[in-house]
């Protein structure tokens, strides 16, 4: 048996689980808090991979005086150069990293926003084919638009942190960066729902009837909200194609969504925390299954197919359990529990 | 006192149901208004149009605004109905289900800033105005005996506590006039009156209601004017007592 490098598997898992956290807790702002039956959130991961794979590729052969109209990035060429000049500067570097994740977020961002729109014609019950379909469109749509390399995607993207020379430290300061986004998210999202609006968020969910009575703005919010999920998503997606060094339209099927689904619903809608233990559960399954079903030699079945009989089995035998995931949606905490416990408390101050 | 709000030969069809066909009524400021009528006449569907849930197939709405002067409000969005000072509860009450009785008083109040995006994650913001909120929400439910129920979920509340909420709900945000689609359903007589008594209150304030409600017996003693409506048509109007004894009314009521 080869021998098991522990750091490395470790680096390479939290990175993924870092990568598919963003989109859980994302999605579970979407979806868990707003009602958002996002079946598109490949869509927008897609997006920022591609914004910030295209940025980098391009970016780096122009910056580099070589023009990437005559030699593009997708092109056997383009690759060489790009092997060849990628990840040298550290200024270069850290500034095309900066720009992809902030151009991510905002034109993954404002697709989202847009694509409500389309959502509130057709009605709730089928906003999640509405994105579904889209996310599709988008898939056959790069695989024939040629700047972004076609089927065949753009590869050899430079890596951040390539220019740091040793490449288990690069993998690693990437990997800090990646939990860094998540710990922004996370905290992030806490902050912005702990809140009056996340209050008005889980009413939309609960009845948008009553909601817009009440004077809440039902389509504003539910656009403002995917934009902020969508653009949290997008510089996930940016890092992803970092992190794979390569972008292609095949990485980008639904499967990623309902993968992303089934963490959130594992670990509890509503639930940030819970996104992160199901996230946590599920990558370590998959790269653990990864590790062992070549070991087992199983020919007959493909180990794919193995996995999601794991992944099915697991989200089953936990929901028949515990029917809101491992942890379930909690009241939000603002202001307004402390100060109404003083006022039951001490019995006085009806108004 | 002049109107408020004001319904002018106001219709709507579904197909070949004419749930409204030509009503016309006006509410008083400071008035405490009662819109009776056998099931099926129309009276939610009344409301509905008012609210910017339908667009009436004919004739118009018109609403006092801050200047003083009547505007047209139909065809406006519920959302934007209600940002004009104009709040309603549902016959079938909709509360927010996964929400605790304190938090869904406190979704009413408008212009809160802490539901702006770019404030929310700042406590320090909003802090203030929440606690103010959440003052006045517990000053309400403990007006009306909620004061146990303040951490509950809705699904852990009595038919008649839900209907009650409801109207409290409504009660968070400080608006003009008030449609309650029959508030006392349910509740128990002594609670029905102390809402009523509450509602008086609230009238004395400066604010006016338009009541929908089937219990007469409370609704009759606090009420300044009658509508009854009848297969979406307006079959009388008065004081409460000329429109009790008014024989079309009696009969449509016990001819059904
Ligand atoms: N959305 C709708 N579609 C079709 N018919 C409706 C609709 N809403 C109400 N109606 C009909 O309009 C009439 C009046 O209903 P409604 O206003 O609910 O009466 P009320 O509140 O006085 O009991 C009824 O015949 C009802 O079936
Ligand atoms: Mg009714």
Request: no cysteine; net charge negative.
């Given at each position: 048996m080869p021998e098991f490098d522990l750091i490395g598997f470790l680096v390479q898992w939290l990175t993924v689980f870092g990568l598919y956290s963003i989109l859980a807790i994302t999605l579970n702002l979407e979806a868990g808090f707003a009602g958002l039956t996002n079946f598109g959130k490949v869509v927008f991961y897609g997006i920022g991979a591609y914004v910030g794979a295209t940025l980098t590729t391009y970016l780096t052969l122009y910056l580099n005086n070589v023009d990437p109209f005559e030699c593009p990035p997708y092109s056997i060429d383009g690759i060489v150069k790009l092997i060849e000049l990628g990840g040298k500067s550290p200024s270069l570097s850290i500034g095309l990293l900066a720009l992809s994740l902030l151009a991510a977020f905002i034109a993954a961002g404002s697709v989202g926003f847009l694509l409500t729109y389309p959502i509130l014609r057709v009605g709730p019950a089928f906003v999640g084919f509405t994105l579904l379909s889209f996310g599709e469109l988008m898939r056959i749509f790069l695989r024939h638009y040629e700047p972004v390399g076609g089927s065949k995607g753009l590869a050899a993207i430079p890596r951040p942190f390539g220019w740091v020379g040793d490449p288990r430290l690069s993998s690693f300061i990437f990997l800090l960066l990646v939990l860094g986004l998540v710990a922004l998210t996370y905290i992030a999202m806490n902050k912005l729902t702990n809140s009056p609006m996340g209050r008005m968020l889980r009413a939309v969910r609960d009845d948008e009837i009553a909601a817009l009575c009440l004077g809440k703005h039902v389509p504003g919010i539910k656009a403002l909200t995917l934009f902020i999920g969508s653009g949290f998503s997008g510089m996930a997606g940016a890092l992803m194609a970092y992190y794979f060094t390569s972008v292609n339209p095949d990485m980008f099927v639904p499967a990623v969504?309902?993968?992303?689904?089934?963490?959130?619903?594992?670990?509890?809608?509503?639930?940030?925390?819970?996104?992160?233990i199901g996230v946590a559960l599920f990558t370590l399954m998959d790269r653990l299954l990864a590790f062992i079903t070549p070991a087992l030699g199983v020919a007959v079945i493909s180990p794919d197919y193995i996995r999601w009989m794991f992944v099915?089995?697991?989200?089953?035998?936990?929901?028949?359990?515990?029917?809101?995931?491992?942890?379930?949606?909690?009241?939000?905490?603002?202001?307004?529990?402390?100060?109404?416990?003083?006022?039951?408390?001490?019995?006085?101050?009806?108004? | 006192?002049?109107?408020?709000?004001?319904?002018?030969?106001?219709?709507?069809?579904?197909?070949?149901?004419?749930?409204?066909?030509?009503?016309?009524?006006?509410?008083?400021?400071?008035?405490?208004?009662?819109?009776?009528?056998?099931?099926?006449?129309?009276?939610?569907?009344?409301?509905?149009?008012?609210?910017?849930?339908?667009?009436?197939?004919?004739?118009?709405?018109?609403?006092?605004?801050?200047?003083?002067?009547?505007?047209?409000?139909?065809?406006?969005?519920?959302?934007?109905?209600?940002?004009?000072?104009?709040?309603?509860?549902?016959?079938?009450?909709?509360?927010?289900?996964?929400?605790?009785?304190?938090?869904?008083v406190l979704v009413t109040p408008p212009v809160q800033i802490g539901e702006k995006v770019l404030d929310a994650p700042f406590k320090s913001r909003w802090e203030k105005q929440e606690r103010e909120l959440a003052k006045k929400a517990v000053g309400l439910l403990k007006k009306f005996g909620m004061e146990k129920y303040v951490y509950s979920r809705i699904t852990e509340l009595s038919v008649a506590h839900i209907k009650l909420l409801e109207t409290i709900r409504g009660l968070m945000t400080s608006?003009?006039?008030?449609?309650?689609?029959?508030?006392?359903?349910?509740?128990?007589?002594?609670?029905?009156?102390?809402?009523?008594?509450?509602?008086?209150?609230?009238?004395?304030?400066?604010?006016?209601?338009?009541?929908?409600?089937?219990?007469?017996?409370?609704?009759?003693?606090?009420?300044?004017?009658?509508?009854?409506?009848?297969?979406?048509?307006?079959?009388s109007?008065?004081?409460?007592?000329?429109?009790?004894?008014?024989?079309?009314?009696i009969e449509a009521y016990i001819g059904g």
């Open positions: 969504t309902f993968n992303v689904w089934a963490m959130v619903i594992l670990g509890g809608m509503g639930n940030f925390t819970g996104s992160i099915g089995l697991l989200i089953v035998v936990v929901l028949l359990f515990m029917p809101k995931g491992l942890l379930a949606e909690r009241p939000l905490k603002t202001p307004a529990l402390d100060e109404a416990r003083k006022l039951l408390v001490e019995g006085g101050g009806g108004a | 006192m002049p109107n408020i709000l004001e319904a002018r030969d106001l219709a709507k069809y579904f197909g070949g149901v004419r749930a409204l066909d030509g009503v016309t009524i006006s509410v008083p400021e400071r008035s405490i208004v009662g819109l009776i009528g056998p099931n099926g006449s129309g009276k939610t569907t009344l409301f509905n149009v008012v609210t910017g849930f339908y667009e009436p197939t004919r004739g118009e709405v018109l609403l006092k605004n801050n200047s003083g002067s009547m505007e047209r409000i139909d065809g406006l969005n519920p959302n934007e109905v209600f940002l004009k000072g104009v709040v309603r509860t549902f016959q079938v009450p909709r509360l927010f289900t996964s929400l605790t009785v304190l938090e869904n608006a003009k006039l008030y449609l309650l689609d029959e508030p006392a359903a349910g509740v128990d007589y002594g609670v029905a009156r102390e809402l009523f008594n509450y509602i008086r209150g609230l009238r004395e304030e400066g604010l006016t209601f338009l009541i929908v409600e089937h219990r007469l017996d409370v609704l009759m003693d606090y009420v300044d004017y009658v509508y009854v409506l009848h297969n979406g048509k307006l079959l109007e008065g004081k409460p007592s000329e429109v009790v004894n008014d024989p079309k009314v």
